[in-house]
């Protein structure tokens, strides 16, 4: 009997599983590192430091390291960050059982065992949670406790390139700026989010060792899509023993499916899967001066592997960067007739400017993989409406999985994922996986909504899913209620099986989301009461969800 579950599945049962606990876990901490500079002290010194700025630029002069405006930001810094690694430690416990928690669920739903009628051993998860337990060891206090400095030497680094390199000091205070705002999350992030996976990994494997007697080992799967590394596409579909854990790098997303005894499992190696690309996608996923390394035959697909010991996580895995595989001899592929091809594609810094609106990117084998998936041709841009841009942003699609990811950025977007794929039943669906705009409590959310259901009708798409997070406590997810109200719809049971027994007898007895949130008194008991749920918009004419939109949008002013 072959595999009953796909990779492609594989991958989005994970995300599914960690994505939820990942949110209950850190929305509070997440938030709480957002708005550290926005407030106090810290968003002072940041004035001071542009209006400093303009002075010196006023005067010809560059934003100096040791100009004592940027020091005193520094030194304020410091004790918020401080107050930060607190707030990351305390959410290490809660971040860590969720990745226990998702690995004992993952172990038994991809191993298929329950599909197939056989008794799953669930270890007991008190001992699963001894054996793991990353946050009560000395290396994760060290971590933690380096989190301040390990922000302020990389501001610091910043500054000093900045200065060194003769950069304007209006544009050096402005990417000073975006460090302080972006790095404390996104520091705590790249530290809670390897936690959680490398507890689930290690939660696998416990699970798998516990039904050593219907297994016989484990395959490890990758996502292969552009933004794999080339050690997890080399590692893929290698086989493990059973009660190993799968070593990956960090916030790296590599899992494993648990081969049962007597199966056959049709999944292809990852070098294999290479060789089979257009040279166009092997450059795009080795990068421009490997890719000839290898076609010259200076390195192999397995050289790409680098195994190393983490402190806090212990055996990792990273993708070696060529220099690590030949040396010296890396140079005379960086540079070729005297031009540097990657310079493009590895900024000394980060840039805040905000990139040409109203173009869409996407390598020709994206357009093939679109034309499979709809039966048809399909233009760019009209890949791009489904984001629901309306012409004054950028737009990024690649593949996903078996399905294509489609990313925006624009003024007034931070940022929005959607994914497009056919479910089991062959039916083409959307998954809108995240939307952020720069202007709250506009109605921008539901114009781009509004726009996205439009181009995804006219395309033939059935429905579009989500994962509407949040509840009233929530201070960064409202998805819980705004998704409703915009026609997503869902059995009440399937969110809770308590649910309705919880709402008031005068609502009457509602057996579906929309039939809940049809009066007043429901959408409040909702807003209230509601907690984190999977809606689905049905995409047909005349559809409910089409109606609840249509009225939705109506009654804001938004269309008439």
Same mark, same amino acid.
């Given at each position: 009997m072959v595999l009953p579950i796909s990779p492609q599945t594989a991958r989005q049962l994970l995300d599914q599983l960690l994505d939820k606990g990942y949110a209950r876990a850190t929305d509070r901490v997440i938030r709480a590192l957002v708005e550290v500079p926005k407030r106090g002290v810290l968003a002072k010194r940041l004035y001071d430091l542009e209006q400093e700025a303009r002075r010196l630029s006023r005067a010809d002069e560059r934003l100096d390291p040791r100009n004592p405006v940027y020091l005193a930001l520094l030194r304020d810094l410091d004790p918020a960050l401080q107050q930060a690694a607190r707030l990351v430690d305390a959410a290490g416990v809660d971040v860590q059982e969720a990745g226990i928690t998702a690995g004992a669920e993952g172990a038994r739903r991809l191993t298929g065992a329950s599909y197939l009628g056989l008794h799953w051993n669930v270890p007991d998860p008190e001992a699963v949670a001894r054996l793991v337990n990353y946050t009560g060891k000395s290396a994760w206090a060290g971590a933690v406790g380096d989190y301040p400095k390990a922000i302020i030497q990389t501001i610091n680094r910043l500054a000093l390139r900045n200065f060194l390199a003769g950069m304007n000091p209006l544009q050096s205070s402005r990417l000073i700026r975006q460090q302080v705002e972006n790095l404390p999350a996104a520091t705590a992030n790249n530290l809670l989010r390897t936690l959680q996976l490398t507890a689930y990994r290690d939660s696998t494997a416990e699970s798998y060792k516990a039904n050593a007697d219907i297994l016989d080992g484990q395959i490890r799967l990758a996502n292969l899509d552009t933004r794999c590394c080339m050690a997890c596409v080399v590692l893929h579909g290698t086989e493990l023993p059973v009660g190993d854990r799968v070593d990956e790098h960090h916030q790296g997303r590599c899992t494993s499916i648990g081969k049962l005894k007597g199966r056959r499992y049709d999944i292809e190696s990852g070098m294999v899967w290479f060789g089979r690309q257009t040279p166009e996608r092997q450059q795009a996923l080795m990068g421009g001066a490997a890719f000839r390394a290898w076609k010259a035959g200076e390195i192999r697909l397995p050289d790409f592997v680098g195994n190393y010991r983490d402190p806090v996580f212990g055996r990792m895995v990273r993708e070696n960067s060529l220099k690590g595989m030949i040396g010296d001899r890396a140079k005379r592929y960086y540079s070729i007739g005297g031009r540097t091809p990657l310079?493009?594609?590895?900024?000394?810094?980060?840039?805040?400017?905000?990139?040409?609106?109203?173009?869409?990117?996407?390598?020709?084998?994206?357009?093939?993989?679109?034309?499979?998936?709809?039966?048809?041709?399909?233009?760019?841009?009209?890949?791009?409406?489904?984001?629901?841009?309306?012409?004054?942003?950028?737009?990024?699609?690649?593949?996903?999985?078996?399905?294509?990811?489609?990313?925006?950025?624009?003024?007034?977007?931070?940022?929005?994922?959607? *994914?497009?794929?056919?479910?089991?039943?062959?039916?083409?669906?959307?998954?809108?996986?995240?939307?952020?705009?720069?202007?709250?409590?506009?109605?921008?959310?539901?114009?781009?909504?509004?726009?996205?259901? *439009?181009?995804?009708?006219?395309?033939?798409?059935?429905?579009?899913?989500?994962?509407?997070?949040?509840?009233?406590?929530?201070?960064?997810?409202?998805?819980?209620?705004?998704?409703?109200?915009?026609?997503?719809?869902?059995?009440l049971d399937s969110i809770n099986p308590f649910l309705q027994r919880k709402i008031p007898a005068a609502l009457g007895n509602p057996e579906t989301m929309q039939q809940l949130m049809a009066t007043k008194a429901g959408r409040d008991w909702w807003k209230e009461h509601g907690q984190s749920w999977d809606g689905a918009f049905d995409l047909r004419d005349d559809s409910l969800s089409r109606r609840v939109l249509e009225n939705y949008m109506q009654e804001r002013g938004i269309i008439k």
């Open positions: 310079a493009a594609a590895e900024p000394a810094y980060t840039s805040t400017r905000i990139p040409p609106v109203g173009r869409a990117h996407a390598p020709d084998f994206v357009l093939a993989r679109a034309r499979k998936l709809l039966g048809r041709d399909i233009t760019l841009d009209e890949l791009a409406a489904l984001t629901g841009a309306s012409g004054g942003e950028e737009v990024w699609i690649d593949t996903y999985g078996d399905g294509l990811e489609l990313r925006a950025v624009g003024r007034r977007l931070r940022g929005m994922t959607r *994914q497009l794929n056919r479910d089991v039943n062959n039916v083409l669906y959307l998954y809108n996986d995240f939307f952020a705009t720069t202007e709250k409590g506009t109605g921008i959310g539901a114009e781009y909504f509004y726009n996205e259901v *439009q181009a995804a009708a006219r395309a033939g798409i059935g429905y579009i899913k989500v994962y509407a997070a949040g509840d009233r406590h929530s201070e960064t997810f409202n998805g819980y209620y705004t998704w409703a109200r915009f026609g997503y719809d869902a059995e």
